[in-house]
């Protein structure tokens, strides 16, 4: 099979004989990559090996009413953050995400019913504050990203979103919160959004995203419709998935999702639209590792009911 050539009949005769591919959309296997330190403290680059993933929870996360802990979620963010990057301090690991000169575009997520929230995106604030960058080089926006000259400017995105299913593609994460940087998102629901990774090569993004955040505090595990929203189908996972290659950290989240489905629902049962846009933006557009045995899955903190 030609990766870069994968058609959708290729997907689904792959989905049909694998059995990873019910938890990732695809089986297929190719070059690794893992983050690795350069040369005099540089930023990250990738080379092949694993895609390196850090999953942590803590079950304070998240209180009665689905109340979020600020302190909590900070502990989180920064235990995940230096176990991502082999630091031991936030403050180290942060060095290697930004430096005082850059611009930073922190692309959030406001869906009223599930926003990114307040607690994590202070979270990430305070770090970058921390790290040397001034207050007026920091942008936290969702709708209007495309034309707010902050962002138009960044040298630096990290991208932080909550982790559904979605009527669209599937699956709403860290691949799709991109979509408001194109002009007419509706462009890209072809397919069940097969091609949303493509949206990832545009200049205003291309190269920049140093740190993919999904928050799975409270994910959205069913839903029926595009305005079918139901807050029973939210559950308290209470984590938080976080990496450089943000495939790796949608596929994670698929899986655990998709294992919530079968634990609630007796049985495998596909969501409403197919998350196929995972696995080809790994096999179509090479943005990075769907595949399980591709991702070097860390886990940190609670472990009850931890579903993967």
């Not at 630091?87 to 995400?97: K, N, V």
């Not at 976080?242 to 629902?265: H, L, S």
């Not at 969501?271 to 590792?289: F, K, M, P, V």
Request: hydrophobic share 40%; aromatic share 6%; net charge positive.
């Amino acid at each position: 099979m030609n990766r870069k050539g994968l058609t959708r009949r290729d997907f689904l005769r792959t989905a049909a004989v694998a059995p990873l591919a019910n938890a990732v959309g695809c089986c297929c296997t190719g070059t690794k990559f893992v983050p690795v330190p350069e040369p005099d403290g540089a930023r990250l680059t990738q080379v092949a090996r694993l895609s390196k993933v850090v999953l942590v929870r803590d079950e304070r996360a998240v209180g009665e009413g689905r109340a979020h802990n600020p302190e909590v979620i900070q502990k989180m963010l920064d235990e995940a953050v230096m176990a991502l990057f082999g630091e031991r301090t936030p403050a180290a690991a942060w060095r290697r995400i930004v430096q005082p000169s850059d611009i930073v575009g922190v692309k959030t997520n406001v869906w009223n019913y599930l926003p990114t929230g307040a607690a994590l995106e202070g979270a990430i604030k305070k770090r970058l504050l921390e790290a040397g960058i001034s207050e007026d080089r920091i942008g936290i926006k969702d709708r209007g990203v495309l034309n707010d000259p902050l962002f138009q400017q960044a040298t630096v995105l990290i991208n932080a979103r909550p982790g559904r299913v979605h009527y669209w593609s599937g699956m709403g994460s860290c691949i799709k919160n991109y979509i408001l940087f194109v002009p007419k998102p509706s462009e890209h629901h072809g397919e069940a959004c097969a091609d949303l990774a493509a949206i990832w090569s545009l200049p205003i993004v291309k190269g920049k995203t140093q740190l993919n955040i999904l928050s799975m505090l409270t994910p959205l595990y069913h839903n029926i419709g595009p305005r079918g929203f139901n807050e029973a189908y939210l559950w308290p996972y209470r984590g938080l998935i976080v990496g450089r290659d943000p495939v790796a950290v949608d596929a994670t989240g698929y899986r655990i999702i998709q294992a919530k489905r079968r634990e609630v629902f007796g049985e495998e049962r596909p969501l409403e639209t197919s998350a196929h846009h995972i696995a080809l933006a790994d096999t179509r557009h090479d943005l990075g590792r769907s595949n399980p045995s591709d991702i070097d899955l860390v886990k940190l903190g609670w472990a009850d009911d931890i579903l993967i």
